[in-house]
């Protein structure tokens, strides 16, 4: 079973508009962290935000924020003023404290932001 | 630069031949992970170090990879008898402990 879901393959945002990502996971530990990275053509890995299982505020870090509902088991990740820049794959990521504290990514998403 | 490197970033090599990718992390992070990430799909683990200590492999880490991390610093990783299938960019990362894990620029493996 996957234990990280991105059910929207493609996205496209409107400059200056906010989108959400979407991310589900699946997990049966308590203790564990999700972690959203952006990829874009060039092929680093770029960590965005990050929020853990116990922590009770949503993530924010500048433009981006996290959409943590636990009882639902998403973390969405928000980005607010979409910019040219931000067209790139973005990759949702767990650690589960069971599993060693490795790291499984969903899928991706790719977003393109429309001038 | 104090970031994630790797080297080579690219190699092409031909179906049978052993290849050898090396990642220096960033000097302060003790532990380091290995990732395969092909065309499409988001990175997939493969091993980590805490320290020169192997924790943990991926069952997607036959016995033709292995990984080495000898003096806690920098880390290679070597794949025996390369198949096409080898085919990737792979990936290491490094964190200091449960800390958010700083990728390097990757080396991108073709197998011809």
């Known amino acids: 079973a996957q234990k990280i879901t991105q059910t929207q393959p493609g996205m496209f945002v409107q400059e200056k508009e906010a989108v959400t990502l979407d991310c589900t996971y699946d997990t049966s530990d308590q203790s564990y962290g999700l972690f959203w990275y952006k990829q874009p053509s060039s092929g680093e890995m770029i960590f965005l935000i990050y929020q853990g299982s116990y922590d009770e505020q949503n993530a924010t870090e500048g433009r981006y924020s996290l959409n943590f509902q636990k009882a639902r088991k998403s973390a969405n990740l928000v980005i607010s003023a979409s910019q040219l820049g931000d067209s790139a794959m973005y990759f949702c990521a767990m650690r589960e404290e069971t599993s060693y504290d490795k790291v499984i990514f969903g899928p991706g998403t790719s977003l393109s932001v429309i001038p | 630069d104090t970031g994630v490197s790797q080297d080579p970033r690219h190699k092409i090599t031909k179906r049978g031949q052993n290849v050898t990718f090396r990642c220096d992390p960033i000097?302060?992070?003790?532990?380091l992970y290995w990732y395969r990430q092909t065309l499409g799909q988001g990175p997939e683990f493969l091993t980590y170090f805490q320290n020169e200590a192997q924790l943990e492999k991926s069952r997607l880490l036959s016995d033709r990879f292995s990984a080495e991390r000898p003096k806690g610093s920098f880390s290679t990783l070597e794949i025996q008898r390369t198949e096409q299938g080898d085919s990737a960019m792979y990936l290491c990362?490094?964190?200091?402990?449960?800390?958010?894990?700083?990728f390097g620029p990757g080396t991108r493996l073709t197998v011809l």
């Open positions: 000097s302060e992070h003790n532990r």
């Open positions: 990362a490094s964190s200091f402990n449960r800390g958010e894990q700083f």
